[in-house]
């Protein structure tokens, strides 16, 4: 049985780091299991300075800036290319990284998964977009306003930042997106 | 172990139909094994003149207009929307199914898969494109001509109707693409 959850971007509850740099909203997660911790989660960040990023050992990152002038990751001693908006970069949770701001502080957008629990897809689209998806999760992250997405044709409006979140799926499940959107799915293994 | 496979569009097995609507060419398929047939399969199709399809009985099927006016489809008693070139449209192999061509010969593109034996996704897109895929098999067929992807960044260009048939990753996988194409991904259970 799928069932149908709209996250609004109002209710994701906030945390400042514990170095200062920054503050974390978590979108939302799967139910983690006792010590385990989470099998996926999907988080916003502000970052306000250059800075390390947490270690996160066993797991695989997606990172994608949403707003602001952009960075640089230092991963493992290696620079990435400049990462501006909507653009996704994959990382090993366990690299020892840093950020370098471009300019001043950004907003990005992030998918952290544990690769021995999950499979995992992830694809930013804009404009008008039709796809079957036969993924047993489904997160589809609105990064424009008003984001119009129809599951297997019925209608759902989200605001900037708002979350559709669809569990259960066993079917070909058909969906139409009109907006700016980054689409995750996740099977477990 | 990955491996990667280019198929061009002047090898395909091309078959005339038995009722003489139209021919066939065989893009690609999984192994099938004995008396269960193909897991799952590619083709295009042209199709000359409005008529009856055959059933697949226990598959699902995707059908894309690929060049001419387009068709509507009556499955099993109900008229799809207009089918216009690179809108995808899915229905059971099981249905009963005709095409009323809008205009002239057409050519289409199709997936049918087994669901109980694999989940699939498929997606059109223009433009350039990055995702992250742990699809364990990844189909781009490439719908314009001068397609480029590059796949964990090492490059290949597709001529149109081409298609790169990746099979056997488990990890993480990055595509990168510049042009039309669809993508088709499928996991066995």
């Not at 957008?109 to 039709?130: C, K, T």
Request: aromatic share 10%; proline share 2%; charged share 20%.
């Amino acid at each position: 049985m799928t069932q149908l959850q709209v996250l609004r971007a109002q209710d994701y509850p906030r945390m400042p780091w514990k170095n200062g740099g920054g503050f974390t909203e978590e979108i939302t997660r799967d139910d983690g299991e006792g010590l385990d911790g989470f099998g996926w989660r999907l988080s916003i960040a502000d970052i306000e300075e250059s800075g390390g990023f947490s270690v996160f050992a066993g797991y695989q990152r997606i990172i994608s800036v949403l707003q602001g002038d952009g960075m640089r990751l230092l991963v493992d001693g290696q620079l990435s290319r400049p990462l501006l908006a909507f653009d996704a970069f994959a990382f090993s949770g366990q690299s020892q990284v840093s950020c370098n701001l471009l300019g001043g502080a950004i907003r990005d957008f992030n998918l952290i998964y544990a690769p021995q629990r999950y499979r995992a897809r992830l694809q930013w689209f804009d404009g008008s977009s039709r796809l079957y998806s036969s993924a047993s999760t489904v997160l589809l992250f609105a990064a424009s306003g008003q984001v119009e997405v129809a599951v297997a044709g019925e209608g759902h409006l989200l605001g900037r930042y708002d979350c559709l979140r669809l569990e259960g799926n066993d079917g070909l499940l058909e969906l139409d997106v009109q907006g700016r959107v980054c689409l995750i799915e996740l099977h477990a293994r």
